[in-house]
Nanobody
Framework: QVQLVESGGGSVEAGGSLRLSCTASPSFLGLSSLRWYFRAPGSEAKLVARIPAVANMGRTFYADSVKGRFTIFRGNANSTMHLQMDSLKPEDTGLYLC??????????????WGRGTQVTVSS
């Protein structure tokens, strides 16, 4: 079982920056992908960015809405992941959730979710 805890959310003005962090316990070892999802008020969670849990074992993905503004990257230890958010817009306001999955066999994966960290961008 992997527990994920997000941090780094807060309130900023449009054009500002935030860096979100996701810490895994015990670690990201043995996992397949690491992701950030975004859930706007009253909406379903949408994928923002994805990175393979192991370097060079897959491609990095960004949603069109954040390309060029957000950067997903792993921390130095095998237990942290970050989302650098620049040029923030009011429409980026919402709950950001950390996600990881673990390949079991075939097409079966086990999913892990954090509880999320709130980002509020004012105009």
């Amino acid at each position: 079982q992997v527990q994920l805890v997000e941090s780094g959310g807060g309130s900023v003005e449009a054009g500002g920056s935030l860096r979100l962090s996701c810490t895994a316990s015990p670690s990201f070892l043995g996992l397949s992908s690491l992701r950030w999802y975004f859930r706007a008020p009253g909406s379903e969670a949408k994928l923002v960015a994805r990175i393979p849990a192991v370097a060079n074992m897959g491609r990095t993905f960004y949603a069109d809405s954040v390309k060029g503004r957000f950067t997903i990257f792993r921390g130095n230890a095998n237990s942290t992941m970050h989302l650098q958010m620049d040029s923030l817009k009011p429409e980026d306001t919402g709950l950001y959730l950390c996600f990881a999955d673990q390949h079991i066999e075939g097409n079966r994966f086990r999913s892990f979710w954090g509880r999320g960290t709130q980002v509020t961008v004012s105009s």
